[in-house]
Nanobody, 122 residues
Framework: QVQLVESGGGSVQAGGSLRLSCAAS?????MGWFRQNPGKEREGIAL???????TYADSVKGRFNASRDNAKNTLYLQMTSLEPEDTAMYHC???????????????????WGQGTQVTVSS
């Protein structure tokens, strides 16, 4: 079992920045960041494999940066140039077994955090 706890969400004005963290209880393998608003489909926005290779959704490419500290079992999401459209609940997810994500933002994950809210005002 992998427990995931996100932190770092909050309210920010458009153009601002936030850094999200996701602390894992143990080895996680491939990890990802997702976001969702009520009544809308969940959107995969970033994947990061254990070798630190990354994949991003077009909606965040160039503005968001995913990173991880494997020694600390912690995942990060640095978000810059935030837009009101980025407002959502952000969740991290972990495979728990496989180290490579394969670049597929629609891949399934075995473990999910409870989420942290990000609100961007115009």
């Amino acid at each position: 079992q992998v427990q995931l706890v996100e932190s770092g969400g909050g309210s920010v004005q458009a153009g601002g920045s936030l850094r999200l963290s996701c602390a894992a209880s143990t080895y996680t393998g491939c990890m990802g960041w997702f976001r969702q608003n009520p009544g809308k489909e969940r959107e995969g926005i970033a994947l990061i494999s254990s070798d630190l290779s990354t994949t991003y959704a077009d909606s965040v490419k160039g503005r968001f940066n995913a990173s991880r500290d494997n020694a600390k079992n912690t995942l990060y999401l640095q978000m810059t140039s935030l837009e009101p459209e980025d407002t959502a609940m952000y969740h991290c997810a972990a495979d728990g077994t496989f180290w490579r994500c394969s670049g597929d933002l629609t891949r399934s994950f075995n473990y999910w955090g409870q989420g942290t809210q990000v609100t961007v005002s115009s």
